[in-house]
């Protein structure tokens, strides 16, 4: 097949695959115009047909009006690259996608496990269906189920006061404070001290350590001994 440049009237040799490659679009090698090849496109050859068909298989080009009759070679014409996107169109659609993620899973929220990595992380989006539930705690259920208040065996002055607790609920939770009052014969109170978990435990706890249910905690508080004698005492949950 042969097509005719319609600025130089050079006579070009093409396959189908050229006029296929880029939708018949080319660029004249002799003169650097780009046409449709499909316009101006025939089967014969105007003259010097056996001429052109040698040159066209050794791929030699010839420009014509020249010593030879042989077509001129045919460069496609290139495609313009795609414009690329600009940033700010990038940050739309990174956004696009993660508002999208967050839909599906609020969607199936109900397939997302709460202790997944996932779930943490749309907690921390604060994605609605994934808030972070609320540290259980209840200083009702913690009960005390011995108690004992004494002179310090070996040190004049310390009273100690030993009691173990535990946690009635059926949640784990976090240790409380203990609110300790000490009282005289007549019932009157002698002094009065907030305890931290840290106090009694000697230690402190990390932030995820909770009391676990059932579990009993022993505790043993030392008091400079009042004035006057303390003969009962009040502990509290906080």
Same mark, same amino acid.
């Given at each position: 097949m042969y097509t005719l440049c319609p600025n130089c009237h050079s006579v070009h040799a093409l396959?189908?695959?050229?006029l296929t490659a880029h939708e018949g679009q080319v660029r004249c090698a002799h003169c650097g115009a780009e046409f449709n090849a499909l316009a101006r496109l @025939?089967?014969?050859?105007? @003259?010097s047909e056996q001429d052109v068909r040698k040159r066209s298989e050794t791929n030699e080009p010839a420009l014509?009006?020249?010593? @030879?009759?042989a077509p001129a070679m045919l460069m496609p014409a290139?495609?313009?690259a795609p414009p690329t996107a600009g940033w700010p169109w990038r940050v739309l659609l990174g956004l696009l996608a993660l508002l999208t993620a967050i839909n599906l899973a609020w969607t199936f929220r109900g397939s997302v496990a709460p202790d997944s990595d996932l779930a943490r992380q749309l907690q921390a989006w604060s994605v609605p269906g994934f808030e972070a539930e609320p540290i259980y705690r209840d200083p009702s259920r913690m009960h005390l189920i011995a108690r004992d208040i004494h002179a310090h065996p070996s040190r004049s002055g310390i009273l100690v006061l030993s009691a173990t607790f535990t946690n009635l609920s059926d949640r784990a939770q976090p240790y409380p404070e203990l609110a300790v009052t000490l009282y005289d014969s007549n019932n009157q109170p002698l002094a009065a001290r907030l305890f931290s +978990? +840290?106090?009694?435990?000697?230690?402190?706890?990390?932030?995820k350590e909770l009391m676990g249910s059932r579990e009993q905690v022993?505790?043993?508080?030392?008091?400079a001994e009042p004035?006057?004698?303390?003969?009962?005492?009040?502990?509290q949950f906080r």
């Open positions: 396959t189908a695959e050229q @025939s089967d014969d050859y105007p @003259s014509l009006g020249s010593d @030879s009759d290139p495609v313009p +978990a +840290a106090d009694y435990l000697q230690r402190t706890p990390t932030a022993p505790i043993l508080l030392e008091f004035a006057m004698q303390a003969t009962g005492f009040d502990l």
